[in-house]
């Protein structure tokens, strides 16, 4: 949870592409493994480096996706007898996707890495502590939140990890979630987040 990218970044990435799914950097995502196209991904992806990037569709076909994308590994997988797997996918950093290399049975991208950058801000603290206060605000109606979201919240100093922390963990609407995804000018995408949180609580 310090920011810091936990593996190399491969030139090529195998792309799972889901509805509404968003992997963000340091978060965990639980996944389970069924359509064929990607056990044989899954299979490629752990005998080599276990990294994967996680994609939204443009549309139902899903023959357009949206070009920045969350990359991650493999932390763990859990073979079950019928050929499915599950597994869990830790995010480690945005990435857009410059060309492809295969279409089928699964997309395989070229990938660039998207590092988050400091932008120009004014009164970044104060819109922090709001940001805080804002979260508090899901727990007092009584919304649950994961085990662990507040310590991580208190102990995180990196303002960027913050935001795709509280973004991964409480943000609702794909569209926001894939809109924040794509903010890499953290001020940018802490006013972003702000919005986003206000509206789900209006």
Not at 13 to 40: D, H, K, Q, S, W
Not at 179 to 202: C, D, H, T, W, Y
Request: hydrophobic share 45%; charged share 25%.
């Amino acid at each position: 949870m310090n920011g810091k990218q936990i593996e190399p970044l491969p030139s090529t990435l195998p792309v799972m592409v889901l509805p509404g799914v968003t992997l963000f950097p340091n978060a965990l995502l639980p996944l389970y493994i069924f359509e064929p196209r990607y056990r044989e991904m899954l299979e490629e992806a752990l005998s080599a480096g276990r990294m994967v990037a996680m994609a939204m569709p443009r549309n139902e076909e899903e023959s357009e996706v949206e070009m920045i994308a969350g990359a991650g590994l493999v932390r763990a997988c859990i073979r079950n007898d019928d050929g499915t797997s599950n597994l869990i996918l830790q995010g480690v950093c945005r990435v857009r996707f410059i060309g492809w290399n295969q279409a089928s049975p699964y997309r395989i991208a070229r990938v660039e890495e998207l590092r988050s950058q400091e932008g120009e801000h004014d009164d970044l603290e104060s819109k922090v502590i709001q940001l805080h206060a804002l979260c508090a605000r899901f727990k007092e109606q009584g919304i649950e939140l994961p085990s662990q979201f507040e310590a991580y919240l208190n102990q995180i100093t990196n303002i960027g990890v913050i935001t795709d922390l509280v973004a991964s963990t409480l943000i609702a609407d794909p569209r926001v979630r894939q809109m924040l995804l794509e903010a890499v000018e953290i001020p940018r995408r802490l006013e972003k987040l702000l919005a986003g949180l206000r509206s789900q609580l209006s």
